[in-house]
Each structure stands twice: as C-alpha cells, then as structure tokens.
C-alpha cells in the first residue's frame, strides 16, 4: 500500500494546492444568493471540492453552508472534519497574508495552520488511499465547513441534511490527541449612557478588536473638549503611560478632539497571554486620567478594574480550575463604545467541570451595582470529553506512535474544534510539539516537511478507521 511514500510524491502539489487556497480571502461577509457566508467563502469551498473532484472523488455542495468529499463503501462514515474561513489577518505581517509566499521552508498566509493547510492535507491522505486501491470497510468523508470562526451555523445546517460521522477527528489543534476542549462562552458587557455627556473631556467612541476570538492587535478612542489644555495634559500623560508600561499606544490632535491608537499582539482567544491586549490597555489608560461623560467613564473604570490584562477572570470571580483542563481562560476581544452606551464581546473558556450557566451566574453577581448587564445574544458551546480507553482515541496513539516514534499524550486545549459536533471524535493536529501557535497571529505559517508529515498521519489515521 506504502502511504507514506505515495505522500512523498504529492510533495509538490500539497504545496501548490495550499498556496493556492490561501490566497482566498475567506472570511465571513454579508450573505448573498447561494452564499449564506459571502461569495469569497464560496469561492474556496468551490475550489476545494473542484480538486476534490480532479482527484476522482464524489463531492456534495450543501447549501454553500458547507461540503463534503467521500470515499469508500459501507453503511458507516468516518469523519474528518475541516473549516475553510479565517478570522482577519490584522497588521504587522512580513509578508503579504493572503500570497502563500514561501520562506525558510514554510508557507506564510492566513489559514495555513488554521485550518486552510490541514484541510488540504487530508484531502490527499484521501488521494493516497483511493490511489493505492484498498477496499475500506467504512466510507470516508472529509467535511468542510465554513463559518467553525464565526458561530457554526454550517454545521447546524449541516446535520440538519446529512447523516453524522460515526466517528472522526479535526485536525484543527495540535498533535498528539486533543480528548479535552473547555467551554465557549461568547456574549457582550453592556451599558447605556445618559443623554448628557456632561463636562471636562469626554470620551465620543472607543472601538477596537476584529473578533471574540482573537487578542485585539488595535483599539482607538477619540476623546474631546473645549479645554485645550487638558487635552495637552492627557496627551503628555499618555507618553508617560506607555513609557512607563511597555506599551505602544500613539496620539493624533486637532481641534478640540484628541486621538489615541492602542497598538497590541494578535493571538488566538483560547491563548490571550501569549499577546498583548490593545482594548486593555487603552480602558487602563483612559481609567488613569480625569474624564467627564455620566456612565462613559464608570463603564470604563469597572472594565479596567474587573478585567484589565487578566486572562483569568479573577477579579470578576470566575478564575475557575479543574484537574483535567485547567484555569478558565477570559479574553477581551472587542469594544464599541459612544456617547449613547458601551458593549465590550467577551470570549471566555471554561474548564470541562463546570457549566456555562454557572459561569455567567457568578459573573452576573460581580457586575452587580455597576449598571452592566449581559447582552441577550449569549452563545454556549458546552466541553467537550473523551475518555483515553474510547476505540478511536486509541488507533490515534497507535498511528502518531508509529510515524512519529514519540509517545501520544492526551492533552487538553482552550480551543474549540469540530469535534464537538459528532460523537467519538477529537481534535488531531496539525501542530506539532515544540512548533510555535501562530493560528490567528501575523506571520501564521506552516512548514512544509510537517504539511507532508501530517498528511502521512492522516492518511495512515484514515485507513485504520475505517477497516
């Protein structure tokens, strides 16, 4: 059969396959006709299953919520399950994010290890198998969808019109296993403003962040008065600040009005101390000066106060742990905010322990008596578990342990993958121990040696799951 080295021989076309997806811009836009996420999204689902089909491979467009590419025969299905949309590609990249360009044997771009690269990798694990001519006992069926950054409604739908997996794994986290995922909260903290911005210098707007899930690399408040001086003030304050601090925040001047720009570190929301919070450190600023504004200038002192840089939500009183997934992780993704109310989107991760309800309970009790509440539109996406004995997870260790020669710990993310939504699956890969997390960061890239590794894996994964 030796998949491996049929692998090997995709070398190039993995490659060009990669580069060439990634230069889809995909990410969530108004809907259009056929189009529920933007025609950029379409455009690479119908790329990814076009090469699907120049494989030889039976494709399905469900609705343009998503698609699947299927091989082999039986009544039960093996699912891998991948996503073609990206969250933003923020600023400071080195190189273009959408070019595939290469370097030091790594192929730069938005999407390449979240999930644009391992989506191309298991579509030709796929072509090895269906190459090499076995007969499997179970159909294989790579499921793409297009909206896992955003809030899933392609797997909702999905699964509305298709069978589900009766097994299967995500290779959208890292290697070896990933039997653990914490809890998703998403949901907004908000605050309405009396009409009368009062006196002294006043906030206008604050807004920053491209998405709950992502560390706010940028934020940017206008501040005004009729005081000149004290804009000066706030101005030479803000110098000091930054100096003081180790942060990046700027300030612009006209007449009346001063603008401060907040400069931060993009990282994945399930890892928001591996960046630098840009909304935070604007609230911390704008807390450390005098301001007028009735409700404005509470709203950003209990912002300030109650989460600041904190990743754990400790001042709010959910810093939550347990054994198996460890501390709850809290990230401020994104804030609005005018003279009429303020509404900063908040991306919590919660040990598997515990439940949503309670979190947003014992949040609730922390905002009391600051005039806060917590938005109607509240998403919840409950952890996600499997036991070490589960079959599955262990023909997983017996492939990574025969490719890689490492022993396959079982570990557990912040991050939430497609495995959550069908039984007896798990998060598998891509990245491999000791590589840098660059999902959702500039300069994501992925290095081609470990591209075609992980195509061995999969390939080797596939073929044992369903025999």
Same mark, same amino acid.
């Given at each position: 059969?030796?998949?491996?080295?049929? %692998?090997?021989?995709?070398?190039?076309?993995?490659?060009?396959?990669t580069? *060439?997806?990634?230069?889809?811009?995909?990410?969530?836009?108004?809907?259009?006709? +056929?189009?529920?996420?933007?025609?950029?999204?379409?455009?690479?689902?119908?790329?990814?299953?076009?090469?699907?089909?120049?494989?030889? #491979?039976?494709?399905?467009?469900?609705?343009?919520?998503?698609?699947?590419?299927?091989?082999?025969?039986?009544?039960?299905?093996?699912?891998?399950?991948?996503h073609?949309? !990206? %969250?933003?590609?923020?600023?400071?990249?080195?190189?273009?994010?959408?070019?595939g360009?290469?370097?030091?044997?790594r192929?730069?771009?938005?999407?390449?290890?979240?999930?644009?690269?391992?989506?191309?990798?298991?579509?030709?694990?796929?072509?090895?198998?269906?190459?090499?001519?076995?007969?499997?006992? *179970?159909?294989?069926?790579?499921?793409?969808?297009?909206?896992?950054?955003? +809030?899933?409604?392609? $797997? &909702?739908?999905?699964?509305q019109?298709?069978?589900?997996?009766?097994a299967?794994?995500?290779?959208?986290?890292? #290697?070896?296993?990933?039997?653990?995922?914490?809890?998703?909260?998403?949901f907004?903290?908000?605050?309405?403003?009396?009409?009368?911005?009062?006196?002294?210098?006043v !906030?206008?707007?604050?807004?920053?962040?491209h998405?709950?899930?992502?560390?706010?690399d940028?934020?940017?408040?206008?501040?005004?008065?009729?005081?000149?001086?004290?804009?000066?003030?706030?101005?030479?304050?803000?110098?000091?600040?930054?100096?003081?601090?180790?942060?990046?925040?700027?300030?612009?001047s006209?007449?009346?009005?001063?603008?401060?720009?907040?400069?931060?570190?993009?990282?994945?929301?399930?890892?928001?101390?591996?960046?630098q919070?840009a909304?935070?450190?604007?609230?911390?600023?704008?807390?450390?000066?005098?301001l007028?504004?009735?409700g404005?200038?509470e709203?950003?002192?209990?912002?300030a106060q *109650?989460? +600041? @840089?904190? @990743?754990?939500?400790?001042?709010?009183?959910?810093?939550?742990?347990?054994?198996?997934?460890?501390?709850?992780?809290?990230?401020?993704?994104?804030?609005?905010l005018?003279?009429?109310?303020?509404?900063? %989107?908040?991306?919590?991760?919660?040990?598997?322990?515990?439940?949503?309800?309670?979190?947003?309970?014992?949040?609730?009790?922390?905002?009391?008596?600051?005039?806060i509440?917590?938005?109607?539109?509240i998403?919840?996406?409950?952890?996600?578990?499997? /036991?070490?004995?589960?079959?599955?997870?262990?023909?997983?260790?017996?492939?990574?342990?025969?490719? @890689?020669?490492e022993?396959?710990?079982?570990?557990?993310?912040?991050?939430?993958?497609?495995?959550?939504?069908?039984?007896?699956?798990?998060?598998?890969? /891509?990245?491999?121990?000791?590589?840098?997390?660059?999902?959702? &960061?500039?300069?994501?890239?992925i290095?081609?040696?470990d591209? !075609?590794? $992980?195509?061995?894996?999969?390939?080797?994964?596939?073929?044992?799951?369903?025999?």
């Amino acid at each position: 059969m030796q998949l491996d080295q049929r %692998v090997e021989n995709y070398r190039k076309d993995i490659v060009k396959s990669t580069q *060439k997806i990634i230069g889809f811009r995909s990410l969530k836009a108004q809907p259009e006709e +056929g189009m529920p996420f933007g025609k950029a999204i379409n455009d690479t689902l119908l790329y990814y299953l076009g090469l699907a089909e120049s494989m030889g #491979f039976e494709t399905k467009n469900v609705d343009g919520y998503a698609g699947h590419v299927e091989y082999g025969q039986g009544e039960e299905i093996i699912g891998v399950l991948v996503h073609l949309d !990206v %969250v933003p590609e923020g600023d400071g990249w080195s190189c273009p994010p959408y070019s595939g360009h290469i370097a030091n044997n790594r192929i730069y771009g938005r999407g390449t290890i979240d999930d644009k690269g391992p989506a191309i990798s298991v579509l030709y694990a796929l072509k090895a198998i269906k190459d090499s001519g076995v007969k499997l006992n *179970k159909r294989i069926r790579i499921i793409a969808g297009l909206d896992e950054e955003s +809030g899933w409604a392609c $797997m &909702e739908h999905y699964f509305q019109h298709e069978e589900k997996p009766v097994a299967g794994f995500s290779p959208d986290a890292d #290697f070896p296993i990933i039997n653990s995922e914490m809890g998703i909260l998403i949901f907004s903290m908000e605050k309405d403003f009396a009409k009368d911005a009062g006196d002294g210098v006043v !906030v206008r707007s604050i807004k920053g962040g491209h998405r709950p899930n992502m560390v706010p690399d940028y934020c940017e408040a206008v501040l005004k008065s009729g005081d000149a001086k004290a804009l000066d003030a706030i101005e030479k304050r803000l110098s000091s600040f930054a100096a003081d601090n180790g942060y990046n925040m700027q300030s612009e001047s006209r007449q009346g009005e001063l603008t401060i720009k907040s400069y931060g570190i993009s990282s994945h929301g399930s890892t928001p101390e591996k960046g630098q919070n840009a909304i935070a450190q604007m609230l911390l600023f704008l807390n450390s000066v005098s301001l007028g504004g009735e409700g404005a200038k509470e709203y950003i002192r209990d912002l300030a106060q *109650k989460i +600041g @840089t904190e @990743t754990d939500g400790k001042s709010l009183g959910i810093d939550f742990v347990d054994e198996i997934s460890g501390k709850l992780v809290f990230n401020l993704g994104q804030i609005e905010l005018d003279q009429a109310g303020g509404k900063a %989107v908040i991306n919590i991760r919660y040990p598997i322990k515990y439940k949503g309800e309670y979190v947003l309970d014992q949040l609730k009790k922390a905002l009391d008596g600051t005039g806060i509440t917590l938005g109607d539109d509240i998403y919840d996406q409950p952890p996600l578990y499997v /036991p070490e004995d589960n079959f599955m997870i262990q023909q997983l260790k017996k492939v990574y342990q025969e490719v @890689t020669g490492e022993k396959a710990e079982l570990i557990s993310i912040g991050g939430g993958t497609y495995a959550r939504a069908i039984d007896n699956a798990v998060a598998f890969g /891509p990245l491999f121990p000791g590589r840098p997390e660059l999902a959702h &960061e500039k300069d994501e890239c992925i290095d081609i040696d470990d591209l !075609v590794k $992980m195509t061995q894996i999969y390939a080797r994964a596939m073929y044992l799951l369903a025999n």
